[in-house]
């Protein structure tokens, strides 16, 4: 078992910046994949990032890519995003997750195994 915290979320402007981080507790968490997913209201959840267990595997879908980062300090079992340029579509509940999957990147929300409960991030205009 593994269990999730985030935190970090936040009301920003438009433009400004934020890191969230996901403690891991339990059962071996660095040896997991980690992914950060994200759900705005009357949508679907969608992938975010996704890094792997040696973290030399990264993924980003195409509105995070170049402006948010997923780093990992597996010596603390803990997961960041940091995010930059924020937009207002960015707004959103985001959760981080564990896959069993260590080797690579994860992409979809059903290959993960754990969940946190989620941290909002609100982005004024």
């Known amino acids: 078992q593994v269990r999730l915290a985030e935190s970090g979320g936040g009301l920003v402007q438009a433009g400004g910046s934020l890191r969230l981080s996901c403690l891991a507790s339990?059962?071996?968490?660095?040896?997991?994949?980690m992914g950060w997913f994200r759900q705005a209201p009357g949508r679907e959840r969608e992938f975010v990032a996704s890094?792997?267990?040696?973290?030399?595997?990264?993924d980003y879908s195409d509105s995070a890519k170049g402006r948010f980062t997923i780093s990992r300090d597996s010596a603390i079992n803990t997961h960041y995003l940091e995010m930059r340029d924020l937009k207002p579509e960015d707004t959103a509940v985001y959760s981080c997750?564990?896959?069993?999957?260590?080797?690579?990147?994860?992409?979809?929300?059903?290959?993960?195994?754990?969940w946190g409960r989620g941290t909002q991030v609100t982005v004024i205009s």
């Open positions: 339990g059962r071996t968490p660095r040896s997991y994949t």
């Open positions: 997750a564990a896959s069993t999957s260590w080797g690579a990147t994860v992409l979809h929300a059903r290959d993960y195994n754990y």
């Open positions: 890094i792997n267990r040696d973290g030399d595997m990264i």
